[in-house]
């Protein structure tokens, strides 16, 4: 980098990180992690599950630089994935809170009342959420593998496009999803295709 780092702009910035140049991925991390902090605290009163969230938020931006696809400005996209993930733990929250009741429940009247309907469905909201604010055609590849259960094949020839692109498209939404709903949501997801 000929210019001083700290002076590039944001898009410069990702320029250059989608090449794996770490210094601007240092740059970001030192812009970012003060306001998505901030940010982050205002929802979360942990401040260990805070920093657990902007420590997923940045790896995964390391991790996804060279396939990085931002359709808005880089500050609105860390605030949408450092949101996503506080969102998701305070949804894993609420299933942790689902199951303390139902374990106190079970001790107290000496039985259980079935709440992995609940979670099920909760799980399958949060799932359908996330899916539909994927970009158009991603959603649409999406959904035409996942839920109509077509074939790579069938796709390309349905939507006219490359086997290689619903290929790469199916790949990009499953790291979003990954990314958005963590780790436990999402290999629910994939045993229920």
């Known amino acids: 980098m ?9 898009q410069e910035l990702l320029v250059l990180l989608k090449k794996g140049h770490q210094e601007a991925f240092s740059v970001i991390y030192d812009r970012y992690w003060p306001l998505l902090l901030n940010h982050s605290r205002r929802m979360l009163s942990d401040d260990e599950e805070v920093r657990d969230v902007l420590q997923e938020v940045f790896s995964g931006l390391w991790k996804s630089a060279e396939t990085l696809e931002i359709n ?3 500050s609105s996209y860390l605030y949408a994935l450092t949101r996503n993930r506080v969102l998701n ?4 929250r609420k299933v942790r809170n689902m199951h303390v009741y139902s374990l106190a ?18 799980f399958a909201r949060i799932i359908e959420s996330e899916i539909a604010v994927l970009p158009k055609k991603m959603r649409l590849i999406f ?7 077509l074939s790579y094949k069938e796709i390309s020839e349905k939507l006219s496009v490359s086997e290689n692109t619903v ?27």
């Open 72 to 74: 808005s400005s880089l």
């Open 143 to 149: 959904e035409l593998s996942r839920k109509e259960h």
């Open 89 to 92: 733990v305070i949804a894993h």
């Open 167 to 193: 290929k790469k498209q199916i790949s990009n939404a499953l790291k979003i999803l990954r990314l958005r709903l963590g780790v436990a949501v999402f290999l629910i997801m994939l045993l229920n295709k």
């Open 105 to 122: 429940e079970f001790m107290q009247n000496g039985h259980v009342e079935t709440d992995h309907l609940v979670r099920t469905r909760e």
């Open 2 to 10: 000929e210019t001083k780092p700290h002076l590039l702009t944001d």
